[in-house]
């Protein structure tokens, strides 16, 4: 019998010290891979017209410069901080939303602070909840100023290609051509205006392992030998995977404007994870929001993980496409198992 799953009341988001986004930033590799490059690599059988078709993506960005993946994300931040006159030691807090970094411990994060050449021992860690992952840091970044942090930088992404890139004998023709690497930034501070008005987060932990990489310790209870395939994502049920993701994002989306007590009609632009094109398109349908109310990048980077959202989100700044006092939705999904997002005035 198939379990049900209630997703959890939204919660008023009871906070006085309020917060706003002063900056963001982005790392993307020069190195652009095409679907041709892909099928003439691994010697596939496929078309770039048949995976455009499919998916919606012509190429996407894989690093190729033997960078770590503190050196990305450091590039990032650094573009992040630039573009908002603050130096490294005025952050109070450093949270990376990560789905491989440099070591499994120390935090990758840390190692991004040194990059940086950072004098101050800010507290600084990852977290790990794929595609979602931004929107669950920002989420804590607004309680942690709200408890007295005046600067948080929030980063996610960092490089899914390697995975795909080294080992010929175990392509996963599911994932090889969706994965691209890339890294997003944001830097939140503390204001007098209140700017965020809603914030959910959920889960579904009966799609656990419907998408998930294998890399951990159940690895010792498995018969398979180690090789670079592990660290790449293995999906399951595509099918379940995008019919979550649709579930999660009418959820999420409901819950939140119930919370800001707004109707859809009042959201000026939306930024949300499009694992595909056809799954951001998806999601918009479900949710009655004209394609030209959004954003998506997949058709040229791919899937970044946990920097799609914020990818997008920085498309629509440095586009200027978004402008000061607009209402934004911003919404994620992750690896089928989690979701959330966020309402604010930007």
């Known amino acids: 019998m198939k379990t049900i799953i209630k997703y959890p009341p939204v919660s008023d988001l009871n906070i006085t010290r309020y917060a706003k986004i002063l900056s963001t930033g982005a790392y993307l590799p020069d190195n652009i891979v095409t679907n041709d490059d892909i099928i003439k690599r691994y010697n596939l059988i496929a078309t770039d017209r048949a995976v455009r078709y499919s998916i919606g993506i012509s ?9 770590d993946v503190a050196d990305c994300v450091a590039y990032a931040a650094n573009q992040c901080l630039e573009r908002a006159n603050i130096s490294i030691e005025k952050v109070d ?6 789905l491989l970094g440099d070591y499994n411990v120390p935090a990758t994060a840390i190692g991004m602070l040194k990059k940086l050449n950072a004098k101050k021992g800010i507290p600084a860690y990852d977290l790990t ?14 309680r942690y100023i709200d408890s007295g942090d005046d600067y948080i930088l929030i980063l996610g992404g960092g490089l899914t290609s390697w995975a795909l890139a080294n080992d010929f004998n175990k392509i996963d023709t599911r994932t090889v051509f969706l994965m691209g690497d890339g890294i997003a930034a944001m830097l939140l501070g503390v204001t007098k205006e209140k700017h965020f008005l809603c ?5 579904d932990n009966t799609h656990y392992e419907v998408g998930y990489m294998p890399l951990g310790l159940s690895l010792l209870n498995s018969k398979e030998s180690l090789s670079s395939d592990m660290f790449g994502m293995k999906i399951e049920n595509g099918r379940i995977l995008n019919e979550n993701a649709v579930e999660s994002a009418v959820v999420t989306v409901e819950r939140l404007l119930e919370s800001a ?7 000026d632009i939306v930024a949300t994870s499009d694992q595909t094109t056809q799954l951001w398109e998806g999601q918009l349908k479900a949710l009655n929001i004209p394609l ?3 954003v998506s990048l997949f058709h040229k980077h791919g899937n970044t993980a946990s920097a799609m959202s914020p990818l997008n989100f920085n498309e629509l700044v440095v586009s200027g496409r978004l ?14 198992a989690s979701g959330g997002g966020v309402i604010f005035k930007y």
């Open 59 to 67: 190429e996407r960005r894989w690093e190729n410069k033997n960078l």
């Open 93 to 98: 807090r450093i949270i990376y939303s990560k």
């Open 129 to 142: 909840a794929a595609c979602s992952g931004f929107i669950h840091a920002m989420d804590m970044a607004l």
């Open 199 to 203: 914030s959910y987060i959920q889960t």
């Open 261 to 267: 007590k707004l109707s859809i009609e009042d959201i």
């Open 292 to 294: 030209e109310k959004s």
């Open 323 to 336: 402008k000061r006092g607009m209402t934004v939705l911003m919404m994620a999904h992750g690896a089928g």
